[in-house]
């Protein structure tokens, strides 16, 4: 399974990094933008994603996701991992497509429960 770490901040795409590396294959992304055209280009099984990036943001980077006819995983799970603890900011990620919302500092087994639920519900559907 190959997931992609969207974060700017690199101590939090270590700690994800070095938490899920043994569960996964992991790649990083530095921002929306950089995620969107490696979403285009590869094939990867979920996105964790942070909300508020340079660039672009989580949120418009999975409404991008979404709504990309080139892209191979536009129906991919996105999990937000997020300090952005706004009911508003939280509504808008998953109105543009997210699958779940988690606020850092993340338990790490909850969010290999998340991404465990996430993967069962898309291997359902496909």
Excluded at 11 to 32: M, P, R, V
Excluded at 112 to 119: G, K, M, P, T, Y
């Amino acid at each position: 399974m190959k997931l992609l770490i969207v974060d700017d901040n690199p101590i939090n795409q270590k700690f994800l990094y070095y938490s899920l590396k043994k569960y996964y294959e992991i790649e990083t992304a530095d921002n929306g933008l950089e995620a969107v055209e490696m979403l285009e280009q590869k094939s990867y099984d979920l996105v964790l994603m942070d909300l508020s990036m340079p660039v672009m943001d989580g949120a418009e980077a999975t409404l991008q996701i979404r709504k990309s006819l080139k892209n191979m995983n536009k129906n991919i799970p996105i999990i937000f991992v997020t300090t952005n603890d706004f009911e508003h900011e939280r509504v808008r990620c998953m109105k543009n497509g997210g699958s779940d919302y988690l606020i850092k500092q993340v338990d790490i087994d909850e969010l290999l429960n998340s991404i465990d639920i996430q993967l069962n519900q898309r291997n359902e559907v496909f």
